[in-house]
């Protein structure tokens, strides 16, 4: 029963800190304090928590290197971004359509990452890593040259150009190559954004504390005790692998929708953005989901709040990643904070022996 209310409470502080940290920074809105430009960075920082949440699933629940995060996000991005498109005209309450675009982009990314994963999640290590770089690749090169228009007629579709569509007069090009998405309606804010990170750590941390979380962990630990015991290794990886992809395609419904323009480049969804997911994870800790939050949020914030120093930026900026690589990592600095932790806990028992006997003195009075 201890253990139950320690997780929940555990759970709670996450909650939270999340909760704390919106609430501020609308006071801070409010009162004019945060500039225009920062404001801009509100929503693609909580895609970026989401981001970083779902990959600590398949890195630090399950145990498994994958550089293809940003692929699944594509798929979300573009999904949503074309669903709702093609539904602006229909009368509809704009916050359900948005939330359909959400499920649809949750779906979709979520097959994706079931398919892909039923031949990769065979391979270990390094192996995985590299097909999962591979198919983020060509998820990406996929969409850059796939042309989507829409007439009277239906649908049509191409991998040549807008103009094998043959579309009527009053046909719209609706995905155009490497040009992607334009026009698509800017329904993302910051509160539907931490909306969204609530419900993905509900998600995630409740997996976590599940029967289905602790199968997923003891895969990771050891795959052959795991197996012994008769866990179906291949179901719980294809969960926790399809479920972080799904809510990697969310955080890409959510970066589209604050986009007027979409493109499959490589910044948005390519290599560098899949390293830069996974960097969030390794600093914040592997498997620590509050870690991966406040490293998403100090790494994306931190360029913009040194913009003013201008040449020494990201001088200043490589040097915090050290310091915070260091800081959780490095033998020492572990050891630096098992020593203060020790030290707060036994003042903390020693706080509650003092009470304790004070309390029985006073029963004996």
């Known amino acids: 029963m201890k253990t139950f209310v320690s997780k929940n409470k555990d759970n709670l502080i996450t909650y939270g800190i999340v909760i704390v940290a919106y609430v501020l920074m609308e006071i801070l809105i409010k009162a004019g304090l945060i500039s225009s430009l920062m404001q801009g960075l509100l929503v693609p920082l909580c895609a970026y928590v989401i981001l970083a949440v779902s990959l600590n699933l398949t890195v630090g629940i399950l145990g498994e290197l994958s550089l293809g995060h940003a692929g699944f996000m594509c798929v979300g991005a573009f999904t949503s971004a074309f669903f709702s498109k093609i539904t602006m005209n229909v009368r509809t309450v704009t916050w359900i359509r948005f939330t359909l675009a959400i499920v649809i982009g949750f779906i979709a990314a979520g097959l994706i990452g079931f398919l892909i994963g ?158 830069m997911i996974l960097v969030f994870v390794v600093l914040g800790g592997i498997g620590n989901i509050r870690g991966s939050i406040i490293s998403a949020v100090i790494l994306t914030l931190l360029p913009e709040l040194l913009r003013g120093l201008s040449n020494y930026r990201m001088l200043i900026y490589a040097i915090v990643l050290i310091a915070m690589m260091l800081f959780n990592w490095a033998p020492k600095a572990q050891a630096f904070r098992d020593r203060l932790l020790d030290k707060l806990m036994f003042w903390k028992k020693k706080k509650v022996t003092v009470t304790e006997k004070e309390g029985g003195a006073d029963d004996e009075r």
Do not use: C
């Not at 690749?137 to 040549?160: A, C």
């Not at 009527?168 to 800017?186: C, H, L, M």
């Open 118 to 275: 039923m031949p990769v999640l065979r391979l270990k290590g390094d192996y995985l890593a590299i097909v999962t770089l591979a198919f983020g690749e060509i998820i990406k090169n996929v969409i850059n040259v796939l042309y989507i228009g829409k007439d009277s007629k239906g649908l049509h579709f191409s991998m040549k150009d807008a103009v094998a569509l043959n579309l009527e007069a009053d046909g719209d090009v609706i995905i155009n190559g490497a040009q992607g998405i334009t026009g698509t309606p800017k329904n993302s804010t910051f509160t539907i954004g931490v909306i969204l990170i609530l419900i993905t750590l509900f998600i995630v941390l409740n997996l976590i504390k599940s029967r289905d979380g602790r199968a997923i962990m003891s895969i990771r630990d050891n795959v052959i005790a795991a197996e012994s015991v008769g866990i179906n290794i291949t179901k719980y990886k294809l969960l926790a692998f399809a479920l972080s992809a799904a809510l990697a395609g969310v955080a890409g419904v959510l970066y589209s929708h604050n986009l007027s323009s979409l493109m499959a480049t490589p910044k948005n969804f390519g290599y560098n953005m899949s390293i």
